[in-house]
């Protein structure tokens, strides 16, 4: 009948619950089997005496204490609801892989639920590649975690290389924390199966993450990532106490350190991004850089030295990694000007005209200047697009010959991002392409583009990410950082600050003036009648015509697979089951998109003023969006009478 004492055999009155507290007390095992056989039974070893029993029970039994320890308390304090939450799901890949609270539960992240992520992965590339003992996997890792807590970022990364290890797979892994744009980069230079990032980017401190690359140096999407999970579910037994084994990293000759090789190629190749060394050498602006308590400080001054510049000023409190954050609210430089507050007083102490940050795995760049009344202009992520966008298509222009093909020249950027690129390969005659959310589609298509013989010489999404040129396909805020500073020196140049370009780049292509907004629904069947309400507005299958009083002109239903601007009505873009998406263009040039988020439990709105040239008048526009924004939220969504939270509720 099992010990009641013992946590693994008690009873919460739940037979599926019990079965998965029983799995996983019986999983969840420390990262270290004993070097030795134990000798339990006290009198030989084998046959009847016990000895071979006692060592296997041994094995069973030794369990991460941390995470155990967890597991108990929610066990003997009747935390019922807060168990089956952790131990009767599952993570899933969203937008950005694997991403969860660290902790006991195969909902969150831990030592067990790495081990089973790898252990599928590891499966399916066995499928997809009968050369994967030939090409390894990379794996990287950021300063995410407490040691002590026993789910530090490096320590998943070893546990990772230890299943593979354990099969015979060369991996390739970063002998210390790396920007994650490191991680793909090595997975096309070293020619790897795939790569695994430990990483929860701008993430709470309490969460950390499984970020992986396919061969292409892409992160994977549907169908992979559907299929990758598939195969971790029929994995989720660990295989062997080698799993734990953290000395592979050490002992095993699979295992090689690519961070000198890797690091060199990139800085050298980070060189085709660099058009003005000889005037960034004499440039006269300061640069401050936060790297958010992460891994960016290095990197960003090896960058700047690549480009021939002063080093950036670090803010000393942020420079060094702390998994604590402990000097922000969130580690999150996309909050703005409230998170940049150190960085901004460290600019105006050293008289520094441009604040750099890079978020904690500096795949992401904030931006912030000093304006002429003496306060700091925040670029959002939109217009840091704007003027990423028109720089890299300029520099490209200039080292052409007179007949080069601009149309083998895109842009790309997700859906919900800013539609200023469009505008502006509209007037230049380049290409410009839209993705599902999520870089991962970003990164596959420049794949696909860049392999059919095209340039790809820009791409971002919204929320501050942002890839200069194909150098890696994946945001890059290490990158984009020396881009920026070059930019800015060059303007300067010319008398002109980073805030009067992008208002000259505004003049040019027209004004776009962006809002985001978002509710909060905790129940699904809400989100499904909203939805589904806006899908028959007007009757079975029709939806709104008009917002604000003013005319809808086109409709695309992503989930749906539906595009009312396309002659056969079919939409582009993948369908995407998953979730709901629609986007709406009004006739006055407004265009807004309702999208539930794959992380939180938000109904989300982008919306643009996207204005023709040579409008002026950027608060007319502007109010005039938040005045469409707000109609439709109330309208289409009816937030009293769902119960929707706003975000100053």
Not at 445 to 452: D, G
């Amino acid at each position: 009948m099992g010990d009641t004492n013992d946590p693994e055999h008690r009873s919460t009155g739940d037979p599926q619950l019990d079965k998965e507290v029983h799995r996983w007390m019986s999983w969840d095992r420390l990262s270290s089997p004993p070097p030795l056989p134990v000798d339990l039974g006290g009198s030989g070893s084998g046959g009847g005496d016990g000895s071979s029993g006692g060592v296997l029970m041994l094995l069973l039994s030794l369990q991460n204490t941390w995470t155990r320890a967890q597991v108990e308390v929610l066990l003997g304090g009747g935390g019922l609801a807060e168990l089956r939450s952790r131990l009767c799901s599952r993570m899933s890949f969203g937008t950005a892989g694997l991403r969860a609270p660290m902790g006991a539960g195969f909902s969150r992240v831990n030592d067990l639920t790495v081990i089973q992520s790898t252990q599928g992965l590891y499966s399916y590339l066995c499928r997809c590649f009968p050369d994967l003992r030939v090409r390894g996997v990379v794996v990287g890792f950021d300063t995410r975690g407490q040691e002590e807590s026993g789910c530090s970022s490096q320590r998943l990364a070893t546990l990772t290389s230890a299943v593979l290890l354990s099969r015979n797979v060369p991996v390739h892994l970063f002998s210390s924390f790396v920007p994650t744009p490191y991680v793909p980069y090595a997975v096309k230079k070293l020619e790897a199966a795939a790569g695994v990032m430990i990483t929860a980017s701008h993430n709470p401190k309490e969460d950390n993450g499984y970020k992986v690359y396919w061969s292409n140096g892409a992160q994977i999407c549907s169908p992979r990532d559907k299929e990758i999970l598939q195969s971790i579910e029929q994995q989720l037994e660990p295989w062997s106490p080698s799993c734990w084994d953290e000395g592979l990293v050490k002992t095993s000759p699979l295992r090689t350190d690519p961070l000198v090789q890797i690091n060199s190629c990139y800085m050298d190749d980070l060189n085709a991004l660099c058009f003005h060394r000889g005037l960034n050498r004499t440039c006269p602006l300061k640069f401050v850089h936060s790297s958010f308590h992460g891994v960016g400080h290095a990197f960003v001054q090896q960058a700047f030295q690549t480009f021939g510049f002063a080093l950036p000023i670090p803010v000393p409190e942020q420079k060094d990694p702390d998994p604590d954050f402990p000097s922000v609210r969130c580690p999150n430089p996309e909050e703005g000007e409230s998170v940049l507050e150190l960085s901004l007083l460290l600019a105006e102490k050293e008289d520094a005209q441009i604040v750099l940050a890079t978020d904690p795995d500096a795949d992401r760049l904030a931006v912030a200047e000093k304006t002429a009344g003496c306060g700091w202009k925040v670029f959002t992520g939109n217009e840091l697009a704007a003027l990423l966008g028109w720089w890299m298509f300029w520099n490209w222009k200039e080292a052409q010959p007179v007949a080069a093909d601009s149309q083998k020249v895109y842009m790309l950027a997700t859906t919900v991002s800013s539609k200023i690129l469009q505008a502006f390969a509209r007037v230049e005659g380049i290409n410009f392409e839209e993705t599902l959310p999520g870089f991962k589609w970003i990164g596959n298509r420049i794949q696909e583009l860049t392999a059919a013989g095209n340039t790809v010489v820009f791409s971002f999404e919204e929320s501050i990410g942002f890839l200069c040129g194909s150098l890696v396909p994946e945001k890059d805020g290490v990158s984009s950082a020396a881009v920026v500073a070059e930019m800015a020196s060059y303007l300067h140049n010319k008398n002109l600050s980073l805030n009067q370009q992008l208002h000259n780049i505004y003049q040019t292509y027209g004004y776009h003036v962006s809002q985001t907004s978002y509710v909060i629904c905790n129940d699904p069947p809400t989100v499904q009648r909203i939805f589904s309400r806006i899908r028959n507005f007007d009757g079975d299958g029709s939806y709104p015509k008009s917002c604000g009083g003013v005319q809808i002109v086109h409709i695309r239903d992503v989930t749906k697979g539906y595009d009312s601007s396309r002659p056969d009505g079919r939409c582009v873009l993948p369908v995407v089951s998953s979730g709901h998406m629609i986007t709406f263009t009004l006739q006055n040039g407004v265009v807004a998109t309702l999208r539930t988020s794959g992380t939180e439990p938000k109904i989300k709105c982008y919306s643009e003023f996207c204005a023709t040239p040579g409008c002026s008048e950027p608060s007319v526009l502007g109010a005039e969006l938040r005045r469409i924004t707000a109609t439709l939220l109330d309208d289409f969504l009816e937030p009293d009478k769902n119960n929707l939270i706003g975000p100053n509720s």
